[in-house]
Nanobody, 116 residues
Framework: QVQLVEPGGGLVQAGGSLRLSCAAS????????TAWYRQAPGKQRDLVAT???????NYADSVKGRFTISRGNAKNLVYLQMNSLKPEDTAVYYC??????????WGQGTQVTVSA
């Protein structure tokens, strides 16, 4: 069973930056989509950013201009650079990967806390 792990969360002051990474326990072949989601306490899990194998990228309106999703290297599938963090960005962040054959993989989540 392939597992995704997202190191890089933590506590940061408002205005600060964090970079999340997403590593897979083994190679996943045929990935066509990688994404980051987040879930704040008492709220639904929301899509933050998506990157397709074509290079197309989408962001949630709430993070446009502040967050950047990028392709990973040999060890990591995808990164999320988060700048100008706000208290409302506080959430558990999840990495997601999907293949052309519709196999979906989720990370276990990493806590990001932004203090005012």
């Amino acid at each position: 069973q392939v597992q995704l792990v997202e190191p890089g969360g933590g506590l940061v002051q408002a205005g600060g930056s964090l970079r999340l990474s997403c590593a897979a326990s083994e190679n996943i072949f045929g990935i066509d989509t990688t994404a980051w989601y987040r879930q704040a306490p008492g709220k639904q899990r929301d899509l933050v950013a998506t990157m397709y194998v074509t290079g197309r990228i989408n962001y949630a309106d709430s993070v446009k201009g502040r967050f950047t999703i990028s392709r990973g290297n040999a060890k990591n599938l995808v990164y999320l650079q988060m700048n100008s963090l706000k208290p409302e960005d506080t959430a558990v962040y999840y990495c997601y990967a999907e293949t052309f054959s519709n196999n979906a993989y989720w990370g276990q989540g990493t806590q990001v806390t932004v203090s005012a």
